[in-house]
């Protein structure tokens, strides 16, 4: 088999290159090791810039966002048990979140992707990929029993954190850089109605917590957990008690409860590797970085990565040139490093670190109180929150 691009991954990533290639005319087939069902299992991401539903749309994929979508003008945070709300659209001149969950997005994806008639291999064993310093790379996998070749101009790895692609770059041609925290997020899927119709993240002594939704009927909490917790551990009473621990009053008297659809625990990272470009193989996503969730980026530079490479494909086969291709990874990384710096400083803020004691938490609890006081501090919070162009700084 041949096409121009040999796309491996069929996260979000992989399926949303996928469809903005088709719209430039580029022909792509995505590769990916898991069941369609167990991709739309995972539940993640549920906060979605500016820039994300401007790539949906432009892939033509957003529709149903549009429709069933919550978009969010401002946010609570929650510390010394008061609710202090940041109003983002107001600090950012006009911008807004849509909170619509990563599971949607990736069907709205595999739906349109269907519909076009475009190929995507599921359950593709031992995938790997092979000469991307040179003209013709080459994706090899298994299906059926069957050892497939798929030859390329291209390969973009958006194959996740735990992938094939980066790691078949020789050591000697990257560099990572990572910090891992010391305790994870258990997560909580319900179908009751959101304690609040904004997202409340709160710093406790209790450590943090965080109240979002999936609609009006569908509530996802976590709660900040040492990593040595284990999720089966946790009754669904025992995350409803703790979740109660960690809100105002007000929160508490509003607060439904029911039973769990899922319940998960996820260790917090910060990981950029560099490049994201060898030769004429791509990371894009997880595959080049991830960042701790607070403050919701991680899917969104997925977004933002893809929207760089989509349009350095175009540039390539529709006008000949190399700019984009050349420029991706500098652009991509000065984005990424950006949304690290905003993730592992919202993470420092909102977390309780065993390790700081009791004058760390003054620290936070003082930082906290400027932040909600200061219009300057508000509105960096709420610009970085929103999410910033991805031309920023050009
Ligand atoms: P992925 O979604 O990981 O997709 C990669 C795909 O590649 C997968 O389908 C995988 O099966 C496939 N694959 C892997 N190896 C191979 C291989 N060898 N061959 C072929 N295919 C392969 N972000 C937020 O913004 N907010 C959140 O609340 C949030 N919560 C998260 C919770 C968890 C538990 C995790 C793990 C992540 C969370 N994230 C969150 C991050 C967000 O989900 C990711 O940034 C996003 O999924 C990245 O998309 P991706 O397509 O790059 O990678
Ligand atoms: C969600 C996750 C986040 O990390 C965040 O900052 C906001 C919302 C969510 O899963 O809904």
């Known amino acids: 088999?041949?096409?121009?691009?040999?796309?491996?991954?069929?996260?979000?990533?992989?399926?949303?290159?996928?469809?903005l290639l088709h719209k430039s005319g580029?022909?792509?087939?995505?590769?990916?090791?898991r069941s369609p069902s167990y991709v739309l299992s995972r539940i993640r991401a549920g906060v979605l810039e500016q820039v994300t539903m401007d790539l949906l749309d432009q892939a033509g994929v957003s529709a149903r966002a549009h429709a069933e979508g919550l978009p969010h003008d401002g946010f609570e945070l929650l510390f010394k048990g008061q609710r202090h709300r940041i109003d983002m659209h107001a600090l950012t001149g006009g911008s807004r979140v849509m909170v619509y969950g990563q599971t949607e997005v990736t069907q709205d994806l595999m739906d349109a992707r269907a519909a076009a008639g475009l190929t995507?291999?599921?359950?593709?064993?031992?995938?790997?990929?092979?000469?991307?310093?040179?003209?013709?790379?080459?994706?090899?996998?298994e299906k059926d029993g069957q050892t497939h070749t798929l030859t390329c101009d291209f390969i973009a790895g958006c194959d996740g954190f735990h992938g094939v692609c980066r790691?078949?770059?020789?050591?000697?041609?990257?560099?990572?850089?990572?910090?891992?925290?010391?305790?994870?997020?258990?997560g909580l899927l319900a179908d009751v109605k959101p304690v609040t119709h904004e997202l409340i993240y709160a710093?406790?002594?209790?450590?943090?917590?965080?109240?979002?939704?999936?609609?009006?009927?569908?509530?996802?909490?976590?709660?900040?957990?040492?990593?040595?917790?284990?999720?089966?551990?946790?009754?669904?009473?025992?995350?409803?008690?703790?979740?109660?621990?960690?809100?105002?009053?007000?929160?508490?008297?509003?607060?439904?409860?029911?039973?769990?659809?899922?319940k998960s625990i996820a260790p917090l990272r910060s990981f950029v590797a560099e490049p994201m470009r060898f030769g004429r193989l791509f990371l894009a996503g997880d595959a080049a970085h991830i960042v701790p969730p607070t403050g919701a980026k991680g899917l969104n530079l997925a977004a933002s990565d893809v929207g760089y490479l989509w349009n350095a494909f175009a540039d390539f086969y529709n006008d000949k040139s190399r700019a984009g291709i050349d420029t991706y990874s500098d652009r991509c990384l000065r984005r990424v490093w950006r949304a690290e710096r905003f993730s592992w400083w919202f993470t420092s803020l909102m977390h309780h670190f065993p390790e700081t004691g009791a004058f760390g938490q003054k620290m936070q609890e003082a930082e906290l109180d400027y932040l909600v006081n200061s219009e300057a501090a508000s509105r960096s919070l709420a610009e970085n929150y929103v999410g910033l162009p991805m031309n920023f700084g050009a």
Request: with cysteine; glycine share 6%.
């Open 203 to 262: 710093h406790t002594d209790r450590g943090f917590a965080l109240c979002s939704m999936r609609g009006n009927t569908r509530s996802r909490y976590y709660l900040q957990v040492p990593l040595t917790d284990k999720v089966e551990n946790w009754s669904d009473d025992a995350f409803w008690a703790e979740l109660r621990n960690r809100l105002d009053s007000e929160a508490r008297d509003n607060l439904t409860t029911g039973p769990s659809l899922e």
């Open 120 to 141: 995507t291999v599921y359950e593709a064993a031992n995938v790997q990929v092979h000469d991307f310093d040179g003209a013709t790379p080459r994706v090899k996998y």
């Open 167 to 186: 790691a078949s770059v020789p050591e000697a041609a990257i560099r990572t850089y990572e910090r891992v925290y010391p305790f994870g997020w258990l």
């Open 1 to 19: 088999m041949r096409t121009q691009v040999a796309i491996v991954g069929a996260g979000p990533a992989g399926l949303l290159l996928g469809a």
């Open 26 to 33: 580029i022909d792509a087939v995505i590769i990916e090791q």
